[in-house]
Every structure is written in structure tokens, then in C-alpha cells.
């Protein structure tokens, strides 16, 4: 099966920048797609293909894809930027999340 | 505007089957560049696929519960069924519902662009 590895927990002040990464094995290949859920809330697409971003998202989310590394990275971090953090890629017509990054705004 | 939402009982016992219904509004079942999937996710865990229905009939689901899923739908009544039998403790969770779009022509891509607000099920005797 494969395996998308985040971090635990990041935490960033807020008008800095909080960068979240996303490893797989040769995920740079595969098309990334990010998603925050707020507590109590359903999760809600944030960036897709890598990089594109659903209208109504900020320009201050982006992300990145090359090797064996995503990465979202979060602009002018923003108290309600405080959530968690999926990463999801598809795998063989399966879907597969990441284990979560929680973002804390300090 | 789209919107899904999941239904079904809150409270299953142990080794019973439980059943969730997605009734979806704001777009087709029939829709070719669209699908339909299950997602769980356990109390503080993380987010699991579970399974997915396109309109061309294609089903997958997740290897670790293929034997207990069934995923249909009723094109009609605009609404995704899943289903799981033999229920555990540790089936416990809030089960989501989300529309999977199909972007791009030459390479396609999906992601899941609308999500239900979920339903939380808890297992026990």
C-alpha cells in the first residue's frame, strides 16, 4: 500500500509563513491535493493538483510537488488558519490521505 | 449550489450491518467527470478512504474492509449507499460523503471538491 507521511504538528506565528510537507515515495509523480478540517467541521479542498487553488482559497495557501516531497505552504499566516492538514493522492483507484499535520498559531 | 448529506443511525451494536445513505443535490449521479465517496474518520484520527462509485459502475474499495463494504447507488433518488457488516467497536467514527471531480483530459486527475458534513456512528452493545 502506500504510505503519506506528515508531520505531527507545526506551529507558526502568525503573519509568518508555515510550510507543511507531504512524503511518499515518488509522490512528484502523482497529482496532490491538500485539505484543512476545522474542529468539528468537514475537511475542505484547499489546493488540488499540486499547486491550483479552489476558488474562495486565498493566494496565501500554494503548494509544491517534486521527488519524494509535497509541501503547502501557508502565506501571512492567520488565526484561522489554525487546523489540521491532509494531504490525499490517488494510488492505484484507491484514495490515500497522510496522517495529518496540526497547525497551531502560536 | 452542491451539497451532500449523509444520514443513518447513530448508535449500531457490534457484528450488526450498518447502512448510510449520501443524498447528494446540485449535480448528477450521471455525470461522467463526477463520483462519489465514503470517508471515515475515528475520534482524533486521521482521515480514511473507504470507497467510491462512478457512474460507469466503477467500484473500489479500501483493501483492509473490501469483504464488509458495498457501495451502490440510485441514480433517481440521487443518492450513494454504503454499506458495512459486521460492525466493531473500532468502526467507530464520523463517516463523511464527498463528490470526487474529474479534472484534466490528457492526464486526468480527481480529488474530492464537496464534502457532506458527516455523520458520526458509534458501535457498541
Known amino acids: 500500500s502506500y504510505v503519506l507521511t506528515q508531520p505531527p504538528s507545526v506551529s507558526v506565528a502568525p503573519g509568518q509563513t508555515a510550510r507543511i510537507t507531504c512524503g511518499g515515495n515518488?509522490?512528484?509523480?502523482?497529482?496532490v491535493h491538500w485539505y484543512q478540517q476545522t474542529p468539528g467541521q468537514a475537511p475542505l479542498l484547499v489546493v488540488y493538483?499540486?499547486?491550483d487553488r479552489p476558488s474562495g482559497i486565498p493566494e496565501r495557501f500554494s503548494g509544491s510537488n517534486s521527488g519524494n516531497t509535497a509541501t503547502l505552504t501557508i502565506s501571512r499566516v492567520e488565526a484561522g488558519d489554525e487546523a489540521d492538514y491532509y494531504c490525499?493522492?490517488?494510488?492505484?483507484?484507491?484514495?490515500?490521505f497522510g496522517t495529518g499535520t496540526k497547525v497551531t498559531v502560536l | 449550489q452542491v451539497t451532500l448529506k449523509e444520514s443513518g443511525p447513530v448508535l449500531v451494536k457490534p457484528t450488526e450491518t450498518l447502512t448510510l445513505t449520501c443524498t447528494v443535490s446540485?449535480?448528477?449521479?450521471?455525470?461522467?467527470?463526477?463520483?462519489v465517496s465514503w470517508i471515515r474518520q475515528p475520534p482524533g484520527k486521521a482521515l480514511e478512504w473507504l470507497a467510491h462509485?462512478?457512474?460507469?459502475?466503477?467500484?473500489s474499495y479500501t483493501t483492509s474492509l473490501k469483504s464488509r463494504l458495498t457501495i451502490s447507488e440510485d441514480t433517481s433518488k440521487s443518492q450513494v449507499v454504503l454499506t458495512i457488516t459486521n460492525m466493531d467497536p473500532v468502526d467507530t467514527a464520523t463517516y463523511y460523503c464527498?463528490?470526487?471531480?474529474?479534472?484534466?483530459?490528457?492526464?486526468?486527475?480527481?480529488?474530492?471538491?464537496?464534502w457532506g458534513q458527516g455523520t458520526m456512528v458509534t458501535v457498541s452493545s
Open positions: 490525499q493522492v490517488w494510488h492505484s483507484s484507491s484514495a490515500v
Open positions: 515518488n509522490i512528484g509523480s502523482k497529482s
Open positions: 446540485g449535480f448528477s449521479l450521471s455525470n461522467t467527470r463526477m463520483g
Open positions: 464527498a463528490r470526487i471531480a474529474i479534472f484534466g483530459v490528457i492526464i486526468p486527475y480527481k480529488f474530492f471538491d464537496v
Open positions: 493538483d499540486d499547486g
Open positions: 462509485i462512478f457512474s460507469n459502475d466503477e467500484e
